[in-house]
């Protein structure tokens, strides 16, 4: 048994995410398990760009209220509590409402592709074709 030294927290790179986003490593499967857990933690508006991930990847949220979509669905309100899991190459987003922060735990296993960025249109839920319910506009 060993306990691990803590890693320092890392800034979300600009590339793979809009606003501002912190990282925290928490654990790291060590062979055969590729198994990779973060804690996430999206200040107000901020949000992944588009990406999918080899293998899939299960979000639990452990503080705040987000968002989540996944390409050509509405986008979904979460919160503390929730989980989310999202298929082997699913294009997806998640993030922090724009008035609330929100913190998830990622769990991976593979590497993730990345698009791009999610717009501010995109991010208020107004995806054309989408019949859905705007989940940001009733959040104040
Ligand atoms: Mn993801």
Redesign the pocket.
């Known amino acids: 048994m060993e306990r691990q030294l803590p890693q320092a927290t890392t800034k979300g790179p600009a590339d793979w995410f809009t606003g501002d986003v912190y990282i925290d490593a928490v654990a790291r499967g060590r062979g055969p398990s590729t198994l990779n857990v973060g804690a996430v933690h999206f200040t107000p508006g901020a949000r992944?760009a588009w990406?999918?991930?080899d293998g899939g990847?299960i979000?639990y949220v452990t503080e705040g209220r987000g968002l989540v979509q996944a390409r050509g669905e509405r986008v979904v309100a979460i919160s503390s509590g929730d989980v989310i899991y999202?298929a082997d190459g699913e294009e997806?987003?998640?993030g922090a409402t724009p008035d609330h922060g929100m913190t998830h735990l990622?769990f991976t296993e593979g590497d993730?592709t990345w698009g791009a960025h999610v717009s501010d249109e995109e991010y208020r839920g107004h995806v054309r074709g989408d019949e859905g319910e705007d989940v940001t506009s009733s959040l104040g």
């Open positions: 992944t990406h999918s991930h990847q979000l999202t997806h987003w998640h990622t993730a």
